[in-house]
């Protein structure tokens, strides 16, 4: 039995949990207020310096914003496939809710792999967390690599839980509550990439 | 008899830490500075404040443990009069108002310090910190300082500022030495810059501190009122030369000032 | 479904078998509970035999310390320390004592035994995430440790670690190489341990309350744990990524938060465009809220504790004593700016950071007034647990009342960077914190153990480091006054060699205060093995913990069945059998 389960099912001899949230769901809900401190930290790090530059740079060309718009749709139409998982696993339907959950698994790996292109395209120009090849403040690399550095960190740990719970869920060992919490986690990553987009891309666009 | 001993233990060291704060045993040196009164009265006045709250409430503690041990006379348990709204009442009350009194008068003396621009005519002496040292710029005659170049700067060559009087005329008569002179009952402007670490400028006559931080040019500006040798030190930590790091703020006369940056000027 | 007076349970998990299972890897939140508990009392011990060091080479820099010298032949040649020798005893003093001692054991170490048992649960709500939690933490610990062995040595730059000096990397001088990187790596796992221990401190406390136990019906210990967790939750997550970044500036060349144009031992350091004052804000970001995690179990500890020993609930009850935790809580992340009214931020900031900031004073004020209002007509029982909340409140007052002076910046500009402030945050978190732990420790014992803690060893205990701590602190603030710079190695300058008598007599009081806590040392491990037997109740107490079938209690807290709770915590009546009543009580007549 899942811990959850056994918490809820206990509601007669124990309290109703507070907002009525379940431990795994308020578990994911904290971790994500913490997350967004910690985001929100390293996006505060990047406009503290930015503000205090006096040679910044903004070299992104259309074709990066292109790229940009891409991931960004990718994301969230991968958004949109993990809500059909959810749904799909609520309604009970094993194989639908592994194949919206594979979807999503793969979009997010799309979107990991044009993230990386789009850095190895960026790192054979010479930018660098330490370098700007077009002489501009360094910082612009230790902000970019860093902040997209840790939002594809969370891209690909997300799409690891979402097919070991796409697995687990199809083999019955876990419940449409794990499906759903993983599809919280999912959603929040791509609100980070909303913050992350227009702060770190379109404000850097080149005039 | 615990409870006697406690309340005694408490008393005794109330009164001995008090005796030793009101006796100015160790204390705040003289105050040779203009804005400086401001800030020795805010700390007396809250000493005075907060020196009572201190006395009232361990002598409260040490009198009611005193007074309520459980001395097993089946004696009721009494309940403190008014209750717990008293407290949060007088707790707002007594505190908010010290609070209000307190930020209204020392933000001023604050401002006045930190806020408030140098007069016009501060004399301007620029300030490098570095490890473990802090060294004074006069402009010279020309009244100008040369450009800082921190590539250039060079220890061994005494070049602490990284001047470049070959190429730069302003910095040719500037004036760098290990002592800050300055001239009684004149405005100062300090511009510090760091060389490496966080430094810090104090000077407890002064009754001014402030953090060097690199990548910065950190402007204070004081009056001195009193002659005298008085010491600089770094608070800080820099390093591990941080508790050695200090020099010397001689505050002369006008014409001993004069006397004095000339002979500095000469060699 | 299920019936109220026959709970049957459906285990969790099952009682741990074997030596590892039950003692090592343990997911039994009672072993966890007493593992960060011993991490904390060897942290103790480390930290205070550091500032042993410290004291003695202040008080006597000339003598040479015996031994020191095969301890550390670069940091003490011929057992003299040196000046990096000293800050790095400093550095890591600080970030042990506060780190592994403060913010565990009155919250993961108290918080993690006793937080379930008080709600009615029979574990936490991840039992494999509290083991996780206790793990990192004690990899952490042992990353820090490995920085006293590594060629460098340990870090010199202070607890708060202020850039340039721990971002530029070696040139900064000794200490900043290695050590440096690994105090950065060891408080980011820090980070996650904490993380890990918030998530399930809140979702226990807001799921897996038994029948009856309403928020309103939680001891205030509980109370204090979980508004500690929230505020850990936002705080840790702060500190992480600033660890992280302090490390790329070391090791993949960026420069957060350097400058340009630095010349550090005579080398241009080859880093543009960061800023020092940056790690200034995300440290004390983190930095302020910490130093109310390291208080406020210990307000909930003394608060929870002193009923039983005043046989009457706190002035104010629940409403009063938990809004002010959370007023603690919530005012604690508008202030950090306090730590920095010099540092050359805008001036006019000082103003508004120093607003809240003595704002705080007013719910530090309203739990002094509650105690010392719940003291009043009660009937006070003097054993050791009570002693250590009483002296608990004087030291309080005494460490609270520098904080005012402090708060303002007009003030702050003469003692800033004095013993003054080293007298302060000593008494508020090295004294107070640490008498609420060690009530907790005399109160616990009975119930973690099932035995009594002497209770003549114990009064000696507090006697001595009641006034030992005074004798060591008070003068701070005296040559804090006069103008004592901290964080120095000697004390060289003309206006402070006067001030040397003063060290002297501080050291004394230091190594004797030191050698009394052999005292409690000594009677926790014979209490431990051969303690006498204790009684399920013993303080005749209130709440959940002392309703447990045995002491200590069994695997799974209340022996099959779920509590279920009648009433508030800390009710006391008159007449009856006993004049309290337990929580478990349906009817309000005092039964032992």
């Known amino acids: 039995m899942s811990e959850s389960e056994v918490a809820l099912g206990h509601a007669a001899v124990m309290e109703e949990p507070a907002y009525a949230l379940p431990p795994k769901k308020l578990t994911v809900w904290l971790f994500i207020i913490s997350d967004s401190l910690t985001f929100g930290s390293i996006l505060f790090a990047y406009g503290y310096l930015r503000v205090g530059s006096t040679n910044w740079s903004t070299p992104f060309q259309f074709p990066s914003i292109l790229n940009g718009m891409i991931m960004t749709f990718v994301l969230l139409t991968s958004s949109l496939t993990m809500l059909g998982g959810v749904l799909a696993a609520k309604a009970g339907r094993k194989s639908v809710t592994v194949r919206w959950m594979g979807l999503t698994a793969l979009l997010g790996l799309l979107f990991a792999a044009l993230h990386l292109r789009e850095w190895s395209h960026m790192i054979g120009e010479g930018w660098r967390l330490f370098q700007n090849p077009t002489g501009g403040s360094v910082q612009f690399g230790a902000a970019f690599f860093s902040i997209t550095g840790l939002h594809l960190l969370h891209v690909v740990s997300g799409v690891i839980a979402i097919l070991v719970v796409a697995i687990g869920f199809n083999r019955g060992r876990l419940t449409e509550g794990h499906v759903e919490t993983t599809g919280l986690y999912w959603h929040f990553v791509d609100v980070v990439w909303m913050f992350v987009f227009p702060l770190v891309y379109l404000m850097n666009a080149a005039r | 008899m615990t409870g006697k001993l406690f309340g005694l233990l408490v008393a005794i060291i109330t009164i001995v830490s008090t005796a030793f704060f009101v006796m100015h045993t160790w204390w705040l040196p003289q105050d040779i500075s203009t804005h400086g009164h401001g800030v020795d009265h805010q700390l007396n006045e809250t000493m005075i404040g907060t020196g009572i709250l201190f006395v009232a409430g361990q002598l409260v503690l040490a009198s009611f443990v005193w007074l309520y041990g459980d001395k097993k006379d089946g004696r009721k348990i009494k309940s403190f009069p008014g209750g717990a709204a008293v407290m949060v009442t007088f707790a707002i009350i007594l505190v908010g108002i010290e609070i209000l009194v307190l930020t209204f008068v020392g933000s001023r003396v604050w401002a006045s310090a930190y806020i408030a621009p140098p007069p016009a005519d501060a004399m301007q002496i620029d300030v490098a910190a570095e490890q473990f040292a802090f060294y004074f710029r006069y402009p010279g005659p020309d009244g100008k ?64 501190q402030q953090d060097i931080v690199p990548g910065l040019t950190v402007p204070i500006h004081f009056t001195a009122v009193k002659t005298g040798k008085y010491e600089i030190v770094c608070t800080q930590l820099c390093g591990l030369g941080h508790y050695s790091m200090r020099a010397y703020l001689e505050v002369k006369t006008q014409d001993e000032f004069d006397q004095w940056l000339k002979t500095q000027s000469g060699d | 479904m299920h019936e109220a007076s026959a709970q049957p349970v459906v285990h969790r998990h099952a009682p741990p078998q074997g030596f590892i299972r039950k003692y090592v890897f343990s997911l039994d939140h009672k072993v966890i509970g007493l593992q960060y508990y011993g991490l904390a009392l060897a942290a103790v011990f480390i930290g205070m035999v550091l500032s042993w060091l410290m004291r003695i080479h202040l008080g006597w820099p000339a003598l040479p310390f015996p031994g020191l010298n095969k301890l550390s032949p670069n940091g003490a040649p011929g057992g003299l320390m040196t000046p990096e020798y000293y800050l790095s005893l400093m550095t890591m003093h600080g970030t042990i004592m506060v780190f592994f001692v403060l913010t565990n054991a009155p919250q993961a170490g108290f918080g993690n035994y006793f937080l379930p048992i008080q709600i009615g649960a029979e574990d936490m709500a991840f039992p494999r995430f509290n083991m996780m939690s206790f793990w990192v933490t004690f990899l952490a610990f042992v990353v820090l440790i490995a920085a006293f062995f590594v060629t460098d040595g340990p870090p010199i730059s202070g607890w708060t670690a202020y850039a340039p000096l721990s971002a530029v990397g070696r040139d900064a001088g000794p200490g900043q190489a290695l050590g440096q990187t690994l105090w950065g790596i060891s408080i980011a796992l820090f980070c996650i341990g904490q993380l890990l221990g918030s998530l399930n401190f809140i979702s226990t406390t807001l799921d897996l309350r038994t029948r009856g136990m309403s928020l309103a019906r939680m001891p205030y210990s509980t109370w204090a744990w979980f508004v500690t967790s929230v505020i850990g939750l936002l705080a840790f997550a702060v500190l992480l990524p600033a660890c992280i970044l302090l490390i790329l500036d070391r090791v993949a060349g960026t420069s957060f938060f350097i400058p340009a144009g630095l010349v550090v031992s005579d080398k241009l350091q080859p880093h543009a465009g960061g800023s020092p004052l940056l790690w200034q804000h995300l440290f004390w970001f983190f930095g302020h809220p910490e130093v109310y995690i390291a208080i406020l179990p210990s307000i909930g500890i003394v608060s929870h504790i002193l009923p039983s020993f005043l046989r009457k609930n706190i002035l104010g009850g629940a409403r009063t004593v938990v809004g002010s935790l959370i007023a603690f809580g919530f005012l604690s992340y508008m202030v950090w700016g306090h730590h920095m009214f010099l540092s050359g931020m805008n001036p006019f900031s000082a103003i508004l950071f120093s607003v809240p900031t003595l704002i705080i004073t007013i719910p530090a004020t309203i739990v002094v007034l509650l105690w010392l209002g719940s003291i009043y007509g009660a009937k006070i029982r003097f054993d050791s647990p009570a002693l250590f909340c009483l002296g608990f409140i004087s030291l309080f007052i005494s460490g609270g009342i520098s904080g005012f002076f402090l708060a303002q910046p007009s003030i702050d500009i003469q003692l800033h960077a004095t013993y003054f402030v080293v007298a302060h945050f000593h008494l508020v978190m090295a004294v107070a914190a640490i008498f609420g732990i060690f009530a907790g420790t005399y109160f616990w014992a009975p119930k973690m153990f099932g035995r009594m803690m002497n209770e003549t060893l114990a009064k000696w205990h507090f006697w001595l480091t009641f006034i030992g701590v005074y004798c060591i602190f008070m003068p701070m603030h005296y040559i804090g006054l006069a103008g004592n710079v901290r964080r120095y190695a000697l004390f060289n300058d003309d206006y402070m060699i006067p001030m040397n008598p003063v060290h002297k007599f501080m050291t004394i009081a230091a190594l004797a205060t030191g050698a009394v806590q ?75």
């Not at chain 2, 990284?162 to 004036?175: C, I, K, M």
């Not at chain 2, 004149?186 to 670490?197: E, F, Q």
């Not at chain 3, 200590?552 to 059998?577: I, L």
């Open chain 2, 145 to 208: 300082f040369g450009v800082i170049h921190p590539e250039m700067a060079n220890d061994a060559n005494g070049n602490y500022f990284g001047l470049n009087p070959a190429n730069d005329e302003a910095a040719r008569d500037d004036v760098v030495v290990g002592e800050l002179a300055i001239p009684v009952n004149r405005p100062i402007l300090l511009t510090m810059h760091s060389k490496d670490m966080i430094h810090s400028f104090f000077v407890p006559e002064l009754r001014l």
């Open chain 3, 518 to 592: 052999l005292i409690f040392l000594y009677n926790l491990f014979h209490t431990r093995f051969w303690g006498k037997k204790a009684p399920d109740n013993p303080w005749e107490s209130t709440t959940l913990e002392w309703s447990t079938p045995s002491s200590p209690p069994p695997f799974d807290n209340f022996g099959g069945k779920y509590p279920v709770v009648y009433r508030s915590p800390y009710e006391f009546v008159e007449g009856g059998a006993a004049d309290y009543v337990i929580q478990t009580s349906p009817v309000e007549v005092g039964t032992h």
